[in-house]
């Protein structure tokens, strides 16, 4: 059986590596400064079940590598 999920609220820096479940509330993708057709990152904005929110990004070079762009 794998692991429980761990809060948002119980994350640290200290640990790399995390096994979250959340919904995804809101997310919006920041242009390039030099080229607004050109994505720079996608944001988005976490949710998990205990209501604990947080910010996270995902940066031009994963996204290419995830073909998201």
């Known amino acids: ?7 948002i609220s119980k ?3 200290s640990r790399e590596a995390w ?3 959340v919904r995804v509330l809101r997310l919006w ?5 030099g080229n607004h ?7 988005m904005i976490l ?3 205990h209501c604990g ?7 031009k070079p994963l996204l290419n590598k995830l073909g998201i762009i």
């Open 53 to 59: 929110k947080i910010q996270a990004t995902v940066k």
């Open 19 to 21: 096994r979250l479940k």
């Open 11 to 13: 994350m640290h820096p």
């Open 1 to 7: 059986m794998p692991p429980p999920f761990d809060m």
């Open 29 to 33: 993708v920041v242009p390039s400064f």
């Open 47 to 49: 949710l998990d079940e």
């Open 37 to 43: 057709d050109v994505p720079n990152s996608m944001e």
